[in-house]
């Protein structure tokens, strides 16, 4: 069995080092708020859209939404509002 704790911790180790290769600001990374949208994805669409979104929501907060970027707040709300109603 894992320790959540521990989980958590390698996590953003990890996000540390994927952020820094990547030139991107770990504090921006909210692994909440993603692990959320997956779930609402899963469950309300379908499972296999669960990386496309992560990857929508890249794009809009990174600045390929139109009109420039969006805040990752406003971004989420704008892709859940997307999801069909749950069930």
Do not use: C, Y
Not at 18 to 46: C, F, T
Not at 76 to 82: E, F, K, N, Q
């Amino acid at each position: 069995m894992s320790d959540p704790e521990h989980d958590e911790q390698r996590w953003a180790e990890w996000v540390e080092t994927a952020s820094a290769a990547l030139g991107v600001n770990p504090s921006a990374v909210d692994i909440a708020a993603i692990h959320h949208l997956s779930k609402e994805v899963a469950r309300r669409l379908e499972r296999p859209l669960v990386p496309v979104s992560a990857f929508l929501l890249g794009l809009a907060v990174g600045g390929a939404a139109e009109g420039g970027p969006l805040a990752r707040g406003e971004a989420l709300r704008r892709l859940r509002s997307t999801l069909p109603a749950p069930e």
